[in-house]
């Protein structure tokens, strides 16, 4: 905010201000003028994102370098091994590993990255209602983390300095029964927290309802379920709003959904109209008092923190979260025709810094 202000221009002062320092994103002029001698298919594919939004990155990004893949993160569920206890009771079993790690954020353009098994976001945990849940954390990076479980647990396992904070090479096991269901986050909950959080030691952390603990609701609760045939008609996300702090100013200069600035608009993300879409979306944005998610031509249900069964706001088209809320969305295309639909934060710089994504909604075919 202090430097918007002494740039003078408010809010185009800060995003001029911001693309000076970033050559790697630039306006569709731009990017025009930059790309030597693109593919007929590249042409076309600028030409239908120039038309839905105008203004992304310019060349791509590395995936197999940085080791993990945006779209592949979109519905990685990570439900760790399972056991049975003595007492029948199921433990799911996670190892999760903190190491530093350079990634590229936008082409070119590489961030020094602290990360859980060396991604960010770190895997969607996935478990089930009621069920133990043991992770074992190993700190192979430079600094002292934790993990910071957003859940029910006690306070000596609440992944702060003195409870299950750990040094550089040491380890932690953190335990504890799932509860509530819900789209749920972890993070780094060593100080400096902004830092720690910003460097990107987060990740999604999803509890599926338990159907038989729900008898009045079992049949909503069965379709939140992973492997039920309920939950099997549904195509289901997982969206981590994230930023970073290139220059380390406190401000951010790249946003994304799960890291990559722009992945999803220069590879929308594919939806078979045919089934509905319910996505699990969490806001981890350091330095930005809020994040928010607009969905272009279509409107959705919303469950605030995803912890009740019937949603907590209806029919609305934006939903705003400041940093650690979450919730899920339903939506259905079923009755839109086919086409490129897009949805990114609704404050404006957060688009053109890479927080815009689109949706391809073809007619009950999946890629
Ligand atoms: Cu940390």
Do not use: C
């Given at each position: 905010m202090i430097r918007r202000l002494l740039l003078g221009g408010g809010l185009w002062?800060?995003?001029?201000?911001?693309?000076?320092?970033?050559?790697?994103?630039?306006?569709?002029?731009?990017?025009?003028?930059?790309?030597?001698?693109?593919?007929?298919?590249?042409?076309?594919?600028?030409?239908?994102?120039?038309?839905?939004?105008?203004?992304?990155t310019v060349g791509e990004?590395?995936?197999?370098?940085?080791?993990?893949?945006?779209?592949?993160?979109?519905?990685?569920?990570?439900?760790?091994?399972?056991?049975?206890?003595?007492?029948?009771?199921?433990?799911?079993?996670?190892?999760?590993?903190?190491?530093?790690?350079?990634?590229?954020?936008?082409?070119?353009?590489?961030?020094?990255a602290w990360t859980y098994n060396g991604r960010v976001p770190g895997p969607t945990i996935r478990v089930i209602e009621g069920e133990r849940v043991r992770v074992l954390f190993k700190n192979h990076g430079s600094h002292p983390h934790s993990i910071h479980f957003h859940g029910i647990h006690a306070a000596r396992m609440d992944g702060v300095p003195g409870a299950g904070e750990v040094p550089p090479g040491g380890e932690f096991v953190y335990e504890f029964d799932a509860f509530p269901f819900g789209c749920h986050l972890y993070h780094c909950h060593t100080v400096p927290l902004k830092r720690h959080i910003h460097k990107g030691l987060y990740g999604a952390f999803i509890i599926d309802p338990d159907p038989a603990r729900h008898p009045e609701a079992a049949d909503a609760a069965r379709g939140r379920l992973l492997?039920?045939?309920?939950?099997?008609?549904?195509?289901?996300?997982?969206?981590?709003?994230?930023?970073?702090?290139?220059?380390?100013?406190?401000?951010?200069?790249?946003?994304?959904?799960?890291?990559?600035?722009?992945?999803?608009?220069?590879?929308?993300?594919?939806?078979?109209?045919?089934?509905?879409?319910?996505?699990?979306?969490?806001?981890?944005?350091?330095?930005?008092?809020?994040?928010?998610?607009?969905?272009?031509?279509?409107?959705f249900d919303y469950y605030d923190h995803g912890t009740t069964l019937t949603p907590t706001s209806r029919t609305v088209d934006t939903v705003m979260q400041c940093q650690g809320q979450r919730g899920i969305l339903e939506f259905s295309f079923e009755r839109h025709e086919p086409g490129i639909y897009m949805c990114h934060a609704h404050q404006s710089e957060f688009v053109e810094l890479g927080w815009m994504s689109l949706f391809d909604v073809r007619a009950g075919a999946m890629a």
């Open positions: 002062g800060g995003v001029l201000g911001t693309l000076a320092a970033l050559p790697a994103i630039r306006s569709t002029h731009a990017q025009h003028a930059s790309t030597a001698h693109p593919s007929a298919g590249a042409q076309d594919k600028m030409a239908a994102h120039a038309s839905h939004g105008g203004m992304t990004v590395d995936d197999a370098r940085n080791g993990f893949d945006p779209h592949a993160i979109l519905t990685a569920w990570d439900t760790g091994t399972v056991h049975q206890e003595a007492d029948g009771r199921t433990v799911r079993h996670y190892t999760i590993v903190a190491e530093d790690r350079e990634i590229e954020i936008a082409p070119g353009l590489f961030f020094p492997g039920t045939p309920e939950n099997g008609r549904w195509q289901e996300l997982v969206m981590v709003m994230n930023a970073f702090d290139t220059n380390f100013d406190e401000e951010n200069e790249v946003y994304a959904v799960n890291t990559v600035a722009h992945a999803y608009a220069k590879r929308p993300i594919v939806i078979d109209k045919t089934r509905p879409v319910r996505l699990y979306l969490i806001n981890v944005t350091e330095f930005d008092p809020i994040n928010s998610f607009h969905l272009h031509g279509n409107f």
